[in-house]
């Protein structure tokens, strides 16, 4: 069994910062991909950055050059640091982690039970 758990979620006023984690736990042989997404009320889960197993990350537009992305595969955990956070980052935000639970089985993507951010003006 695998867990995605993530913290950091809240209330940040607009032009402020916060950090988001999400830590894998359970029968786990190996990551690649671990990612957020966001969700905003009435719209469909969007992308917000990934970063490959080799470190590459990637962003949408809508948050490059204020939010980044890392890892620490000795920890499986994935961080979102947000900054400069306008209001309309405000979203459920999910982490994802493609998991290989065993060596030489497949991997799948497991995901977070989401955490609030919301961004008052």
């Known amino acids: 069994q695998v867990q995605l758990v993530e913290s950091g979620g809240g209330v940040v006023q607009a032009g402020g910062s916060l950090r988001l984690s999400c830590v894998a736990s359970g029968s786990i042989a190996s990551i690649n991909d671990m990612g957020w997404y966001r969700q905003a009320l009435g719209k469909q889960r969007e992308l917000v950055a990934v970063?490959?197993?080799?470190?590459?990350?990637s962003y949408a537009d809508s948050v490059k050059g204020r939010f980044t992305i890392s890892r620490d595969n000795a920890e499986n955990t994935v961080y979102l640091q947000m900054n400069s956070v306008k209001r309309e980052d405000t979203a459920v935000y999910f982490c994802?982690?493609?998991?290989?639970?065993?060596?030489?089985?497949?991997?799948?993507?497991?995901w977070g039970q989401g955490t609030q951010v919301t961004v008052s003006s």
């Open positions: 994802y982690a493609r998991i290989q639970r065993r060596v030489l089985m497949g991997t799948r993507d497991y």
């Open positions: 970063v490959t197993g080799g470190g590459t990350r």
